[in-house]
């Protein structure tokens, strides 16, 4: 559980290969992403269409984040996903066989993969755009307070992950499984502590809010052309 | 400001937080150009809290009260706007991965030049300068968490470089440095010399850093006294071991084994961390590991607890088995101490004479079993951690480098403590700056994923660093 939190993490980070695609064309990608993982089942009735609608939603989100992040760094992040989706399975299953009202298993088992690949879609806000443009982005909308928060917060994710992990080894050795959720206390306790201790890096480094966003570069047309492939094939299977 | 004003001077500085006593006391200290000051205190002297005023933070994010002069190149401290004083002074803390404000780290380094230059053109030349003068080429496209101690603090420290101050402050930059951690921050000194920066180190784990200062000051009773001299003077004094005959370790091999590991393997992210580790503890043992950062201390010991499955080989327990880690604060989880002792009798169904025994040992130790255990210094947490281990009945006792953080002679008391408790121990050390072989019945070195059992060349003695630091106090009392 420990490594898989810390694994997690590392989905939110920032790619460092991305300059060469265009602030706009990356949050499209994004957004267009959770769209389409959210709306698989959408138009259509048929399971045949639901399947390869989300086949190809995973096999764009595995390559792009693979090309990115590399495929073990993407395969380990979703195991904590993976706990989530296979109780969430099991319970469904459980309820089909003790008779009561349950969806069929082979909607489990598409529901699932949907949820994996909704929370990949998803993770591409955080992989594709960094926190300067985020940051940016925000301060435009007007949100400028909220612009450096966000930033702070999304900075430490990993450290934070990293105690949580050591902090659920100590307490599971120390007073066993039943009563691991004492692990609260100290991690809020260090959440305190950090927060202070970034509230004076804010203070003494600061943030900018200058950062340049880019309308379009000519990389860009390769996603793009995956928007249209994936679009293509939510048209095709409408009809076809 | 003419070439002989000092980058910093410091004046009857007083200061305290909004609520409790004085921590500063009449503080004085000049820090000429190019001059390196190193201030030694005890854990809670107020090191941290003197950066925190010089750096005006005491003020802005603490609501502390300051009085007293104090001026930067001649310039009084209240009497600059803002900016200034982040410009002029440089603050790298005593955890380095809180002071990024970006995840990547040429990212991180870009922010704070354009935030400095607000131009983006004059940003990314101070930022290529920086790198360059610190030779940070293949860290920068990596992310700050990514990084060892070490490197974070090259990082932060070509950070500083942006915004060329006239002076940079560390706090205890040794803690969580490993013996190579240790050198490459000797370099940085070296460096920072070589470009005339004027340095004041915060720090008690002084002994590998000493000779590279001009002056040493000791930090007690809120004030700065110049202990230089002395300091010089006593490290040439010869030394006899003031060991006690109980102290010396004894590794009879008769003693009953209550844990063995054999053929231990394991595999994180595709390195073999551990490769083939064999060992054998025995009761009453005391048993160091020595191992820089990342060599795997810190999984052995949790494959050792039972918490990690080894990927190959087997461990073998007869005994209970705690943990403590390097972040003790992990380990609490109750308001108060008395609540600390009735949970973990109450987990481990010991009944109320075990509450009534842990109050009373906790009491002989000198707690205050109704403070938090969160407020407690780090070795006070240590040491609370360990009596609560022994509480549980646990004979073996794992802790993860818990001399960080500690004075040498609060390292000496730990040591004691645990002998007096007549416990089975393994303790991981990632330095050896203060060793003592009596202490320990066997010393390991873990690595490359090998544990081989080793005796560490003539070093400084642990009671020898302990006694030094004593004198030096003693010296400024008298």
Known sequence: MASAIKDFSYVFAYSKKLDEYSTLARLMFASFMVAASIIVRFFTVDDLDVVVRLTLILLIEILITSRFKGMSTTLKSLKLVAIFVVIGAIIHLLSYITGWVAPRPQDVVMSSIQIVALFLAFSLYFQLISLSEWRRLLHVAGFKQLSTLFTFVVTQIPISMYYASEAFTTIRLKYGNKRIYKVVVPLVLLSMYTARSLAESYYLYGVHSEFKLSVFKFKDTLLYSVILVLLATYVFTMFV | ?478
């Open chain 2, 1 to 478: 400001m003419t070439s002989n004003t000092p980058v910093l001077e410091v004046k009857n500085l007083y200061f305290r937080y909004q609520s409790g006593d004085y921590v500063l006391r009449g503080l004085n200290l000049v820090v000429d150009k190019g001059e390196h000051v190193l201030i030694i205190g005890d854990t809670g002297s107020g090191k941290t809290t003197l950066t925190r005023v010089l750096t005006n933070t005491a003020l802005t994010i603490y609501g502390g009260r300051v009085e007293g002069l104090i001026k930067i190149m001649g310039k009084r401290l209240d009497e600059l706007n803002s900016d200034e004083p982040r410009r002029e002074i440089f603050l790298i803390g005593q955890n380095p991965y809180l002071f990024f404000v970006e995840p990547l780290v040429r990212e991180d380094l870009y922010n704070y030049a354009l935030r400095v230059h607000r131009n983006h053109e004059h940003a990314e030349k101070a930022v290529k300068k920086a790198i360059e003068s610190t030779g940070i080429h293949k860290l920068v496209d990596r992310y700050f968490y990514e990084l060892s101690g070490g490197e974070a603090r090259r990082v932060q420290v070509a950070k500083s470089l942006i915004s060329d101050p006239a002076l940079l402050l560390f706090d205890e930059p040794l803690m969580w440095l490993d013996d190579k951690g240790v050198n490459d921050f000797l370099n940085l000194l070296r460096l920072m010399r070589n470009l005339g920066k004027s340095v004041i180190v915060f720090e008690h784990r002084f002994l590998p850093i000493m000779r590279s200062f001009d002056k040493v000051y000791l930090l007690s009773n809120g004030r700065l006294h110049d202990v230089t001299e002395h300091a010089w003077r006593l490290t040439k004094k010869p030394y006899s071991l003031r060991t006690d005959p109980n102290q010396q370790r004894s590794s009879d091999e008769n003693r009953e084994v209550i844990l063995e590991a054999n053929d231990i393997h394991h595999v994180y992210n595709g390195n073999n961390v551990l490769r083939g580790i064999n060992l054998k503890i025995r009761r009453r043992d005391f048993i160091l590991i020595y191992g820089l950062n990342g060599s795997g201390k810190t999984t052995l010991l949790k494959i050792l607890a039972g918490y990690l499955k080894p990927s190959k080989g087997t461990v073998k327990k007869h005994c209970d088995t705690i943990y403590i880690p390097q972040n003790t604060i992990l380990f609490f989880t109750e308001e108060t101490i008395e609540k600390e002792v009735n949970e973990i009798c109450k987990t481990r169904n010991l009944g109320d004479n075990c509450v009534r025994e842990g109050l009373r040992i906790l009491g002989e130790l000198g707690f205050d079993v109704h403070q938090s255990p969160f407020n407690l210094s780090h070795g006070q947490m240590v040491k609370l951690a360990v009596t609560l281990a022994q509480l549980t009945r646990a004979k073996l006792i794992l802790l993860d480098e818990p001399f960080s953080g500690l004075t040498y002679v609060d390292r000496v008391k730990l040591l004691g403590h645990l002998r007096e408790l007549g416990i089975t121990v393994v303790l991981t050390v990632s330095n050896l700056d203060a060793y003592q072989e009596e202490y320990w019945t066997k010393t390991y070195r873990l690595d490359n994923g090998l544990l081989v059992e080793f005796k560490p060349d003539k070093l400084f003695s642990l009671d020898r660093a302990a006694w030094l630091y004593e004198e030096l106090k003693n010296g400024v009392s008298n």
